[in-house]
């Protein structure tokens, strides 16, 4: 059976996502943050999916409204955010940088927004953009879009650790 998931109310996108984020811990929603103004920059004419599932508040970047076009993705839990590239198992990498041994997608773990600037990685980015079946808009700016919000969801913070 199916996790209980239900569309977001339509109230204010940047608001909703706001509020995803707070769900973390600080220095968690200040990578996220980052994270996300970095990829926005990169890709200012992609929609950016929003989804705060289960396991993961993800927001995936796609030219279209589809999350079957999508490309990349930021995915963010407890124990880390990661840059996810949806079709990864078909992308060239000769640094040996992306993880996950799926079918389809791999990722990179981050510690830091300014790991999307070095050359192998915006590399990769590159190569999943070439790849990507349909292109991205060439003039325009992308929307947000909330697609999904779960009813229920594993905790967003770190558990504290006694000393």
């Not at 940047?14 to 980052?34: C, H, M, N, P, Y």
Request: aromatic share 6%.
């Amino acid at each position: 059976m199916r996790a209980a998931s239900r569309r977001a109310p339509d109230d204010n996108p940047q608001t909703q996502v706001a509020s995803f984020i707070a769900k973390f811990g600080e220095k968690d929603q200040q990578l996220i943050r980052a994270v996300r103004r970095a990829v926005r920059k990169r890709l200012p004419t992609a929609n950016e999916l929003v989804y705060d599932n289960y396991n993961f508040f993800v927001i995936g970047y796609s030219p279209t409204e589809r999350p079957s076009d999508a490309m990349i993705s930021i995915a963010a839990r407890a124990n880390g955010i990661g840059l996810c590239f949806i079709h990864g198992a078909r992308l060239p990498d000769p640094e040996r940088l992306l993880q996950g041994s799926g079918n389809q997608t791999r990722f990179i773990r981050l510690q830091s927004a300014s790991e999307l600037a070095r050359p192998e990685v915006e590399a990769l980015v590159a190569a999943a953009i070439k790849q990507a079946k349909t292109p991205l808009p060439t003039t325009g700016r992308g929307r947000l879009i909330v697609r999904s919000v779960s009813a229920k969801q594993r905790p967003r913070r770190k558990p504290a650790t006694q000393d």
